[in-house]
């Protein structure tokens, strides 16, 4: 005959094996649920992810690759058109408020042309934890990526190649 005390702690061990299989199983369908979100966008699950938890309230985004390894969300939140940019692996570049290329100062257009010629602006962003604008870039073949940084007034501060 088995003692109470033994079928207590044999239902106790049931009962914790129970509990941590359906766990195991919901974080499992989350995983799986996050990964059929990003790849139903069609996006990498690391920028998908950067995104939601960047701006958990975004709304109607639409996404651009470049080469595989940036990834440019344009969204709306809090009724404004902003624009993120991440890595593959969901690491934040920049994001800012988007704005049109012609708000983007003469002088720096005119170096941009200059500087670049047959690249095209992609992106300008403006706000966010940089002043100025930021650029966008894409050469004529769509192999290299730019983020170049404007004052607000328009004189070149820095480029680095993305």
Not at 43 to 61: E, H, K, R, T
Not at 132 to 139: A, K, S, T
Request: charged share 15%.
């Amino acid at each position: 005959m088995i003692s109470k005390s033994r079928v207590n702690r044999l239902w106790a061990f049931v009962s914790l094996l129970v509990v941590a299989v359906v766990s195991f199983n919901c974080q499992d369908k989350a995983g799986a649920d996050f990964i059929y979100e990003a790849s139903r966008a069609g996006v990498a699950p690391g920028a998908y992810g950067g995104l939601q938890s960047a701006f958990p309230n975004a709304q109607a985004v639409t996404w651009t690759n470049f080469q595989e390894r940036i990834w440019e969300a344009r969204f709306t939140d809090a009724s404004a058109s902003k624009v993120a940019v991440f890595r593959v692996t969901g690491a934040l570049i920049d994001q800012g408020l988007l704005i049109a290329q012609t708000n983007l100062p003469e002088t720096a257009r005119t170096y941009l042309s200059t500087q670049y010629s047959g690249s095209k602006i992609q992106t300008v962003i403006a706000g966010g934890a940089n002043s100025g604008f930021r650029v966008i870039l894409v050469d004529s073949t769509g192999s290299r990526i730019w983020w170049a940084q404007f004052e607000t007034t328009g004189p070149f501060r820095s480029i680095v190649e993305l």
